[in-house]
């Protein structure tokens, strides 16, 4: 984040989408200015608050995908949530506190990430160490002791140490002291020992190769792996302190850790190996503390929906599903404004945590939100609607681009789909006449039209003898026109 500056951010947008530069510029400035507060001097960093976000459009013209991108481009921990899903405190339901706590969830994964792939080449090379273990177990021996007469024998050190004290308690009782007897280790023992010691490290040494070269990634292997056992299912409700999953989770760690026998491949036992070395050597307090640091400092959450909780003037309120809006709103308002939330990694501060806040807002305003919350929502941006230039261009210039995804998709059966010029142009309008003539949902509309042209063909790909189709304004035509004009599209609307 720190090489980009805020026009670098937009232009790495822009390659995954298209159009929206209010939209991005917002977003850009927002995540530049998280790097100029962290050079700030400490006194003045403290009064440096974000200044959140409110979007409001339509359904499907890249609200949430510009904000997981943004999260993504600064490696930050990003959660996107519904605000229908929560209710006011005292009704069954989600609630606000949850947002945090999920947030503190992810941070903890991408820090855990992070961390191990800093120590993942040490952790590697112990998880090979141990199924060489597994394959090739060490013998401790120690020299051998001739027998009268008799071809001398390796014994282990468990009954070298018992027979040691056995004759040193004899020897002790009958002699003052230890004389060299026939017992002694000779020379050609010693001479064994060393020989056995090389061939032994020769064998592990090949092993070892092989695993690390992974020529014997497919053979099986048997060990022992350790299982949690599975905590009671218990529903809790608690007054914002602790949800659902955090008790399961402490029920979990309370209950006693199982061994259990696993077949499994040499890459697999690899990874398995590799992982828990990986958890050993990383230091879970530390790990805990940034994830936190790093959630309260460069969290973003992504609250959705944000119109469906609006008041609406004339509506009545006070009863029906109504009943908790405003209360929601009071709900999210100390969470926004800078509060300290409870989480089972310890307290969370949500004052430097980024909001944006996203609504179509077609029955309700901005307005509608309680003062307090709109305050707390100072940048507003509007998003366009998407024209048929714009599905045009959503078709083919992404790097996620739909037309790359379903070409790669058939690739995978050895069918090669090219699309003309004049194909993508026809499947934008056929798009933008169909949300102009049903619900407008935005950009998704190119999946249903999509799925609908590919259908048979992507159903009979592995079949078919003939490995490249070309697709051009008349095949969309023929597979298409028919079915828009009835508006027969129902099954394929997300």
Do not use: C, W
Request: proline share 4%; charged share 30%; net charge negative.
């Amino acid at each position: 984040m720190e090489d980009l500056t805020p026009r670098e951010i937009v232009a790495e947008l822009d390659k995954y989408i298209v159009g929206q530069s209010a939209a991005k510029r917002a977003v850009a400035i927002a995540l530049r200015n998280r790097y100029r507060r962290r050079l700030l001097p400490a006194e003045m960093r403290e009064d440096v608050i974000p200044k959140n976000i409110l979007m409001i459009g339509p359904t499907g013209v890249g609200k949430t995908e510009i904000a997981r991108r943004l999260a993504v481009l600064a490696r930050a921990p990003f959660v996107k949530v519904e605000a229908t899903k929560f209710t006011e405190v005292g009704y069954v339901g989600r609630d606000v506190d949850s947002m945090v706590r999920d947030l503190v969830q992810v941070s903890l994964r991408l820090v855990e990430k992070e961390k191990t792939d800093e120590v993942r080449e040490q952790a590697e090379k112990r998880a090979v160490d141990r199924i060489v273990d597994v394959l090739q177990p060490r013998r401790a021996e120690k020299p051998a002791r001739a027998n009268s007469g008799g071809p001398s024998i390796i014994q282990s050190d468990n009954m070298m140490d018992a027979l040691n004290q056995l004759f040193s308690r004899s020897e002790s009782t009958s002699k003052p002291a230890a004389t060299p007897t026939q017992d002694d280790p000779t020379d050609e023992d010693e001479a064994l020992r060393k020989k056995r010691h090389d061939q032994e490290a020769r064998v592990r040494d090949l092993l070892r190769n092989q695993i690390t070269s992974g020529v014997k990634d497919d053979d099986t292997i048997e060990i022992e792996v350790e299982e949690a056992a599975p905590a009671p299912f218990m529903q809790v409700m608690t007054p914002g302190q602790m949800g659902e999953n955090d008790m399961q989770d402490m029920l979990g760690s309370l209950m006693p850790k199982k061994r259990k026998k696993r077949t499994l491949t040499i890459k697999e036992a690899k990874e398995h190996f590799t992982n828990e070395e990986a958890r050993a050597m990383i230091d879970q307090d530390q790990l805990t503390r940034e994830a936190i640091t790093r959630a309260e400092q460069s969290g973003i959450i992504f609250v959705d929906e944000m119109d469906k909780i609006a008041g609406r003037h004339g509506s009545g309120g006070g009863s029906g599903p109504d009943v908790s809006r405003e209360g929601v709103q009071r709900d999210i308002l100390p969470i926004i404004e800078g509060s300290t939330v409870q989480t089972k990694q310890g307290p969370v501060k949500t004052d430097f945590i980024l909001f944006i806040a996203a609504g179509a807002f077609h029955l309700s305003k901005p307005s509608d939100l309680i003062p307090e919350l709109q305050g707390r929502l100072p940048i507003r941006v509007e998003l366009e609607s998407l024209t048929q230039e714009d599905f045009q261009r959503i078709l083919v210039e992404p790097r996620n681009a739909l037309v790359k995804q379903y070409q790669a998709l058939l690739a995978t059966e050895g069918l090669t789909v090219e699309f003309t010029d004049d194909a993508v142009a026809e499947l934008a309008r056929l798009a933008a006449e169909v949300n102009a003539q049903m619900e407008n949902i935005g950009a998704r509309r190119l999946h249903t039209i999509m799925e609908r042209l590919l259908d048979e063909l992507s159903f009979d790909a592995s079949e078919l003898e003939e490995k490249s189709v070309t697709i051009d304004a008349e095949y969309v035509k023929n597979k298409l026109a028919g079915i828009v004009k009835n508006e027969d599209l129902s099954r394929y609307i997300l």
